[in-house]
């Protein structure tokens, strides 16, 4: 039987590096990231890390520091970020038989007897020299027996230069060597919470957890905790998932650039979100059962009162037909919206999935609409908009949509939009 091999694979400051793929003069310039309507800072490039910004730090308090040396900052571009991905994980899957996507700028590769055919650290190098050549985006590689070590691995080749970006984890020497120089909250998994009740059993490095005994860890924790400590000795508990797990409830909300204090700006608001949530919904191949609206103030404005509500229905069947969440979301509003107030962000959630055709309707369910035409009208309209954004959409979401976030320091989409690729000069 073939012994696991994991590599992670992590892109190194991946949104402020997409943004400077684009713009070389930013080469050693620092660069900071926004959170939604500019709020915060999301990501920082290796130079704006040096001077001190910290990572989710309102930009009010950072303004100084940002003026003072010059930091670039740009809105978040997701659209930007999305494609990049995707390019950095079809390339992982060329260089792999088998890769999981496990966010936006991470995957774990399986090595798996690979080690009998290839040097794993020279291997490790063809993966950061190839993304680099193909993508123009740096990444690090961690390698080890396990998932959890691998992250260890890799987060060993970020912090030290002298690794080249990479780090072979294999040794179970080098395993101890580094577990003994991490603190306990650097292992994955160990949150703050549990990491003060560890330290309180004096457990206050990675190999301290490795060395405590399993069956006392899963007593006072979990056994989630004590598959970590397992994994910490080179145990593989946690396997690869090439297929991502199916989505128990899907969200789509945002904080809008300006308060709402019109009703029919938060019916285009709310209808707005019910079509991203239906266009997930469909992409996962589910319908779901449960919708929920909610809206609220802002809990940190001394100038708006507080107030939020939400509300939630359970269709007579499970759908994935934006035309029948609209008209519930509409519904919903209704009784929840309050004249006076300064609304800041508004949702909605979609719960209670079923694969399409297998729910069970009762005896007295209302006769289906056509569900067939339904589908293949969704589906035309995903098409349409695939190929050019905001091709088909429904009147409700309107045209101007002055409510929409704040993002005054938008880059242009270099890769998705052809009106604004990048031209060389």
Same mark, same amino acid.
């Given at each position: 039987?073939?012994?696991?091999?994991?590599?992670?694979?992590?892109?190194?400051?991946?949104?402020?590096?997409?943004?400077?793929?684009?713009?070389?003069?930013?080469?050693?310039?620092?660069?900071?990231?926004?959170?939604?309507?500019?709020?915060?800072?999301?990501? $920082?490039?290796?130079?704006?890390?040096?001077?001190?910004?910290?990572?989710?730090?309102?930009?009010?308090?950072?303004?100084?520091?940002?003026?003072?040396?010059?930091?670039?900052?740009?809105?978040?571009?997701?659209?930007?970020?999305?494609?990049?991905?995707? $390019?950095?994980?079809?390339?992982?899957?060329?260089?792999?038989?088998?890769?999981?996507?496990?966010?936006?700028?991470?995957?774990?590769?399986?090595?798996?007897?690979?080690?009998?055919?290839?040097?794993?650290?020279?291997?490790?190098?063809?993966?950061? *020299?190839?993304?680099?050549?193909?993508?123009?985006?740096?990444? !690090?590689?961690?390698?080890?027996?396990? *998932?959890?070590?691998?992250?260890?691995?890799?987060?060993?080749?970020?912090?030290?230069?002298?690794?080249?970006?990479?780090?072979?984890?294999? !040794?179970?020497?080098?395993?101890?060597?580094?577990?003994?120089?991490?603190?306990?909250?650097?292992?994955?998994?160990?949150?703050?919470?549990?990491?003060?009740?560890?330290?309180?059993?004096?457990?206050? =490095?990675?190999?301290?957890?490795?060395?405590?005994?399993?069956?006392?860890?899963?007593?006072?924790?979990?056994?989630?905790?004590?598959? =970590?400590?397992?994994?910490?000795?080179?145990?593989?508990?946690?396997?690869?998932?090439? @297929?991502?797990?199916?989505?128990?409830?899907?969200?789509?909300?945002?904080?809008?650039?300006?308060?709402?204090?019109? *009703?029919?700006?938060?019916?285009?608001?709310?209808?707005?979100?019910?079509?991203?949530? !239906? *266009?997930?919904?469909?992409?996962?191949?589910?319908?779901?059962?449960?919708?929920?609206?909610?809206?609220?103030?802002?809990?940190?404005?001394?100038?708006?009162?507080?107030?939020?509500?939400?509300?939630?229905?359970?269709?007579?069947?499970?759908?994935?037909? =934006? $035309?029948?969440?609209?008209?519930?979301?509409?519904?919903?509003?209704?009784?929840?919206?309050?004249?006076?107030?300064?609304?800041?962000?508004?949702?909605?959630?979609?719960?209670?999935?079923?694969?399409?055709?297998?729910?069970?309707?009762?005896?007295?369910? @209302?006769?289906?609409?056509?569900?067939?035409?339904?589908?293949?009208?969704?589906?035309?309209?995903?098409?349409?908009?695939?190929?050019?954004?905001?091709?088909?959409?429904?009147?409700?979401?309107?045209?101007?949509?002055?409510?929409?976030?704040?993002?005054?320091?938008?880059?242009?989409?270099? =890769?998705?939009?052809?009106?604004?690729?990048?031209?060389? $000069?």
């Amino acid at each position: 039987m073939t012994t696991p091999l994991f590599a992670l694979v992590d892109c190194n400051n991946f949104y402020a590096s997409c943004e400077k793929l684009f713009r070389p003069d930013l080469a050693h310039t620092p660069v900071v990231v926004l959170s939604n309507n500019d709020g915060c800072v999301v990501a $920082r490039s290796r130079e704006a890390k040096k001077l001190g910004v910290k990572m989710g730090v309102p930009v009010f308090q950072a303004r100084e520091l940002i003026q003072k040396h010059g930091v670039v900052a740009f809105s978040s571009n997701y659209a930007l970020y999305a494609d990049m991905s995707q $390019r950095v994980m079809s390339t992982l899957e060329s260089l792999a038989p088998r890769v999981e996507v496990y966010s936006i700028d991470e995957a774990f590769l399986d090595l798996s007897g690979m080690e009998n055919t290839h040097d794993l650290t020279e291997f490790g190098f063809t993966i950061r *020299k190839t993304i680099l050549k193909w993508i123009g985006i740096t990444v !690090c590689v961690g390698i080890a027996p396990t *998932k959890t070590l691998a992250k260890l691995a890799n987060h060993a080749a970020k912090t030290w230069q002298k690794t080249g970006g990479v780090v072979d984890l294999t !040794c179970k020497a080098r395993q101890r060597k580094l577990l003994a120089l991490l603190p306990v909250d650097e292992v994955w998994g160990i949150g703050g919470k549990l990491t003060k009740r560890l330290q309180a059993l004096g457990i206050h =490095t990675a190999l301290q957890l490795a060395d405590a005994d399993p069956r006392f860890i899963r007593q006072q924790f979990s056994v989630v905790v004590e598959r =970590t400590v397992r994994e910490l000795n080179g145990e593989s508990c946690i396997a690869l998932e090439e @297929m991502a797990p199916t989505k128990k409830q899907i969200v789509s909300s945002r904080a809008f650039g300006e308060r709402i204090t019109d *009703k029919q700006e938060m019916r285009e608001a709310i209808s707005e979100y019910i079509s991203r949530a !239906c *266009k997930k919904l469909r992409q996962e191949g589910q319908d779901a059962k449960h919708l929920t609206v909610f809206l609220r103030t802002s809990p940190f404005s001394d100038k708006d009162a507080p107030y939020s509500a939400s509300r939630s229905v359970e269709l007579d069947r499970p759908s994935s037909d =934006t $035309r029948v969440f609209l008209t519930h979301a509409m519904q919903l509003l209704d009784k929840i919206w309050v004249n006076g107030y300064r609304y800041a962000k508004a949702g909605v959630m979609l719960s209670d999935f079923y694969d399409p055709g297998i729910y069970q309707p009762s005896l007295f369910d @209302m006769p289906a609409e056509d569900d067939e035409s339904a589908h293949r009208l969704m589906q035309l309209m995903d098409q349409l908009n695939s190929k050019h954004a905001k091709t088909v959409w429904f009147a409700g979401q309107g045209i101007s949509q002055s409510w929409g976030m704040k993002r005054e320091a938008l880059s242009p989409a270099y =890769t998705t939009n052809w009106q604004q690729l990048p031209v060389a $000069r």
